[in-house]
């Protein structure tokens, strides 16, 4: 093999290396096995680990070398398939898009599951409610000719530039659990479904935006956010959530009169 | 290799012979907003909107009347020590005072009954506390607008 590799062993570094990188933090995690205790704990890991990695290499660690019964979810551990966010230091992040030295780790780092959604274990909650509601937005396209296209559905760059932000969503529900009007009851459609339906409502090429804008009239809709601008300081794409929520309200009202 | 020794699956072969015909055809994919009875039943209509409209409309108003209102009353013409009875009496003598005060009380208490009512939405947990918490603003709400329409229609400054 040509590339370099760095040696890295999960041990503390040998004695007299000066400038090691590595230093110890505290991860405070939160614990829930509905099979011991009906309550969860906080529960606290040590780790000689370098500031430099991210939370999910220490969550990795504890789980591979400290207690193997710690469970959370995670695929591309790239920032991409969305399914580690969790609430570190207060703040819905991506564990894997998050580095243990922006997280000032002299202090012991929180690590919880993400609000408003029920927990199943440890940091796995169940995305259901979630995911109802996203489906609830019809995030496909649809188009009023039922016959198959004889050829491709061409879109300015202009038109395609006017949905781009919110083609961004990577579905990791940082935003909707981020969200105080969500963690009441959970009837709010959240920001997710929102940024979602606004994707296709601002296409060209589709054909229902009506409905969608239909859907989120609903009680539980788009007037449910108080632009508390949670859901845009959560999101790891950096999508402008509230404004995306606002554009689809303005539509709303702009349609009616 | 068959293609069609694995029908179980559900999903046809990407090449070869197809696994369905018109006479057998593929399963149906549930609808995507299929939801069960327990689902409750969804409340379009336009009233969150006006609602949500009412609010922002009443509010650039309302800065304008309030802001009026306590300069009139507070700060000019000598500030809050000439108000009294005749003071309040000689406003009420116009027709403008009179509709300015009235636009102001029903803006005002709709504009709040309504900020409310959504904090009550959004902080109540039970459905019984959100049922008393709205019922008791809802009458207060009404009690003060017609209280306050009353008195403004039927003043009579010659009381005794």
């Given amino acids: 093999m040509a590339t370099p590799v760095m040696e890295k062993n999960g041990s503390a570094p040998e004695p007299g290396f000066a400038d090691s990188p590595y230093i110890t933090v505290t991860f405070r995690v939160r614990r829930f096995n509905p099979e011991v205790a009906a309550e969860a704990t906080w529960e606290d890991f040590q780790l000689e680990i370098d500031p430099k990695e991210r939370v999910l290499d220490a969550l990795h660690k504890i789980k591979w070398d400290l207690d193997g019964s710690l469970t959370f979810r995670r695929s591309c551990a790239h920032g991409i398939c969305g399914s580690d966010a969790m609430r570190i230091n207060g703040k819905n992040r991506l564990a894997c898009k998050t580095l243990i030295k922006d997280l000032s780790p002299e202090k012991p780092i929180t690590v919880e599951p993400i609000k408003g959604l029920t927990v199943l274990k440890d940091l796995v909650v169940d995305m259901e409610p979630f995911f109802q509601a996203y489906r609830d937005v019809m995030p496909f396209l649809i188009t009023k000719d039922t016959n198959e296209p004889t050829r491709e559905r061409l879109q300015t760059a202009e038109d395609r530039e006017r949905f781009d932000d919110t083609t961004k969503c990577i579905l990791c529900a940082a935003c909707t659990s981020s969200c105080p009007v969500f963690w009441n009851d959970g009837q709010y459609f959240g920001p997710a479904a929102i940024v979602n339906a606004h994707r296709f409502i601002f296409d060209s090429r589709d054909e229902a935006g009506e409905q969608r804008l239909e859907i989120l009239n609903d009680r539980d809709g788009v007037w449910r956010c108080r632009t508390t601008f949670n859901c845009t300081d959560a999101c790891p794409r950096g999508i402008e959530v509230t404004k995306a929520i606002a554009e689809v309200k303005r539509a709303l009202i702009t349609r009616r009169f | ?160």
């Fill in chain 2, 1 to 160: 290799m068959s293609t069609t020794e694995s029908p179980a699956s559900g999903i046809g072969p990407v090449e070869g012979a197809s696994l369905y015909s018109a006479d057998n055809p593929a399963p149906l994919i549930e609808a995507p907003r299929a939801r069960t009875k327990k689902t409750p039943k969804s409340t379009r209509g336009n009233f969150e909107m006006v609602a949500w409209l009412f609010m922002r409309l009443s509010g650039v108003v309302l800065v304008v009347l309030v802001l009026g209102h306590l300069l009139i009353q507070l700060v000019l013409d000598g500030g809050v020590s000439k108000i009294g009875f005749a003071f309040v009496a000689g406003r009420w003598a116009s027709p403008f005072w009179q509709v300015w005060d009235l636009l102001m009380l029903w803006l005002a208490m709709l504009h709040g009954a309504n900020g409310l009512r959504t904090v009550i939405n959004d902080y109540a947990e039970r459905p019984n506390t959100r049922l008393w918490l709205k019922g008791l603003l809802y009458t207060a709400t009404v009690f003060t607008i017609l209280l306050g329409t009353l008195v403004i229609f039927t003043f009579d400054p010659n009381i005794r």
